[in-house]
């Protein structure tokens, strides 16, 4: 059988997508009633006897957690793999450590810099290869953002997203995985942190249901009758050398009361984290009412679970 992957998002069809993000609801809905200790709230079991490889080159708080969080509760074991504790890290290919993890687990997780490395262990492995971020692309990241979009407003056609600050790979996966959902995503940055063209016209292909791709380098028409605004860091993991320069040239897109005012009355706020407090959000929104930060955390957990019962369970009926 020819294993499913998630590499970018677009390996979701719309139909799919929506029925992952229903039933990542049900699922945080049967652990909230387990946790309150109701009856008949056992877990599924659905990942019984399997064991997934969770290969981390880069740090990691909610990815790392909520990926071994989840493999637990759905029965399954998680093998946690830090950078320089496999083979990789002497020289071995990526070719070999795929045939090998083929062998010995049943899906593999990894969380690295280049996406041509994951794309690599794919091609090559026979058990499905699920990317907890690359340089290029957070497509869990997103998954988690469109349930916390959908348990806010009941939905997630229509809805408009505005994300300000660089157009990096949470932006990517935002633009990939929204427009497929229904959403309209405006994307507002500087021209020179813009995401490509490529990316933005394959968004746009892919859009379903009314969703849109919009970039702009102006926040406040991003944020115009948004139902959400969502930042990331200025500097992510890798551009440490450009940092001043990042600042100076992201200081407008700032996440505040001025830029909110431009959004709907109930828009939520959102951020990936980890946050800076200050620089792409004002710390008075992070921790104000509009905030849905902490819902979307948490909610990397239960989309999460949905994914791994669609690559392990029920792409193999």
């Excluded at 490889?53 to 969080?69: C, G, K, M, Q, Y």
């Excluded at 995401?195 to 859009?207: D, Y």
């Excluded at 139902?227 to 040239?249: C, I, K, N, P």
């Amino acid at each position: 059988m020819v294993p499913r992957h998630f590499l970018t998002g677009d390996e979701l069809e719309p139909q799919e997508l929506a029925a992952l993000l229903a039933r990542a609801q049900e699922l945080k809905a049967a652990r909230s009633a387990l946790l309150a200790g109701a009856t008949g709230a056992a877990p599924t079991g659905a990942l019984a006897g399997r064991s997934i490889a969770l290969i981390f080159d880069r740090p990691s708080t909610r990815t790392r957690i909520s990926f071994e969080v989840g493999v637990h509760e759905l029965g399954g074991q998680a093998i946690v793999l830090r950078e320089g504790e496999t083979q990789l890290a002497r020289g071995e290919s990526v070719r070999d450590t795929a045939l090998v993890l083929s062998r010995l687990v049943h899906a593999v997780g990894v969380r690295t810099g280049p996406h041509a490395a994951l794309e690599e262990l794919a091609a090559h492995a026979s058990v499905p290869i699920v990317n907890l971020l690359t340089a290029d692309h957070h497509p869990c990241q997103a998954l988690a953002d469109l349930l916390t979009l959908r348990e806010h407003f009941g939905r997630t056609d229509g809805l408009r997203l505005a994300y300000v600050g660089d157009g990096n790979n949470v932006a990517t996966s935002l633009m990939l995985l929204g427009a497929r959902a229904g959403v309209e995503v405006a994307v507002a940055t500087p021209e020179e942190l813009a995401p490509g063209s490529e990316i933005v016209r394959a968004a746009r292909e892919a859009a379903s249901g009314g969703g849109s791709v919009a970039v702009t380098t102006d926040p406040a028409e991003a944020a115009r009758g948004a139902h959400a605004l969502y930042t990331d860091v200025w500097v992510s993991m890798g551009d440490e050398q450009g940092a001043e320069r990042r600042r100076e040239l992201l200081a407008p897109y700032r996440i505040d009361d001025s830029l909110l005012a431009h959004a709907r009355d109930d828009a939520a706020v959102l951020h990936c984290l980890p946050a800076h407090p200050g620089e792409e959000i004002a710390e008075d929104v992070l921790y104000g009412e509009r905030s849905a930060v902490w819902d979307q955390a948490e909610n990397r957990l239960h989309a999460q679970k949905a994914l791994l019962e669609l690559l392990l369970v029920e792409s193999a009926r």
